[in-house]
């Protein structure tokens, strides 16, 4: 039998033994060339554009030589104003690409000994910026289509005869969302947070004109028929039937989103659920490459990614 990828030295290119082996100069470095590829990491200014600048001695900030404004490797990326060292947020990197279910802000606030707001606060930038892949794409192709229910979880009471139907709308907390995923068969998973699973439909209407959907048996998906090519499998009967009809792949990424929330978040807001179903979904359809190619991906979409208007300052703000 083939070997399982991930137990391959192949998915193994890069480990926290080496980040801190090579220290924090090697880590500055390494954001350097990722935030400035196409000068090979020569510094570029930010607000200008300008090639020539002149290092500020002591410290890891440049001075633009045509606008002189001063700015860093992260000036006007997610990671603006940071204060962890280099070092530690390629370490915090990679422990959030290793951790295939997902990571509590808990655990990684432990493993790089890091104050737990900053590990929160840095994981949703994290989440943000790998969201960025899909910000201007399209789903389209075959694709399959499922929605499932996320928080609103009512506690039962202690004693039976305080017990309520969790069941009944009057109960609910309005804390419930539905995801609803699009997975591409050959390609990127899809995730929108929305109140009722057959607001799927009009999400389903703005894929690219041509895709073939498949869904499940619920109801609701029914009025795929009247204007999209779609396909339904009956779970009751099979799991798949013999002409690829199926939902097994959009099963998948919610299987792993359920074991993020449930194994690893516990609780999740209505509000940050978004984030999450991104991050299942980028772990899901990055989960053949190499922990190091998804580390550089992470790291490169970051620092091409501008300051987070939700996450820059948050504990400020709520504070
Ligand atoms: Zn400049």
């Known amino acids: 039998m083939a070997q399982h990828f991930l137990l391959s030295a192949e998915a193994r290119t890069l480990s926290l033994r080496d980040i801190y082996r090579g220290g924090e100069q090697s880590a500055y470095e390494t954001f350097k ?40 490797v992260t000036s006007g990326t997610i990671f603006a104003s940071r204060k962890m060292a280099y070092v530690d947020l390629l370490a915090a990197i990679c422990i959030f690409v290793n951790a295939a279910k997902g990571l509590s802000a808990l655990q990684l606030s432990r493993d790089i000994d890091c104050q737990y707001k900053t590990a929160f606060v840095l994981s949703h930038k994290l989440r943000e910026a790998l969201a960025a892949e899909l910000a201007d794409a399209t789903p389209g192709g075959e694709i399959e289509i499922d929605g499932a229910y996320f928080g609103g979880h009512i506690r039962p009471a202690n004693f039976k005869e305080k017990r309520i139907d969790r069941r009944k709308a009057v109960h609910q907390t309005g804390q419930r969302r539905v995801v609803v995923a699009l997975r591409e068969r050959q390609g990127r998973t899809y995730t929108h947070v929305v109140t009722s699973e057959a607001d799927g439909l009009s999400i389903a209407a703005k894929a690219r004109k041509g895709s073939t959907f498949y869904a499940d048996e619920a109801s609701h998906w029914d009025a795929l028929h009247d204007s999209l090519v779609a396909f339904r499998i009956n779970h009751s009967e099979a799991y798949s039937y013999l002409d690829g009809v199926h939902t097994n792949g959009v099963e998948s990424f919610f299987s792993r989103l359920r074991r993020m929330v449930s194994g690893q978040h516990h609780h ?52």
């Not at 060339?33 to 196409?38: E, K, L, S």
């Open 268 to 319: 999740v807001s209505p509000q940050y659920l978004y984030q999450y179903a991104n991050h299942a979904a980028w772990l899901e359809d990055h989960r053949r490459h190499s922990n190091g190619a998804n580390a550089f991906a992470i790291l490169g979409g970051a620092l091409n990614h501008p300051v987070s208007r939700v996450w820059a300052g948050y504990w400020q703000r709520s504070n």
């Open 33 to 72: 060339r990722m935030r400035w590829a196409d000068t090979h990491g020569q510094p570029v200014c930010p607000a200008c554009g300008c090639l020539d600048s002149k290092p500020i001695k002591d410290r890891p900030t440049f001075r633009c030589i045509a606008c002189n404004k001063q700015f860093s």
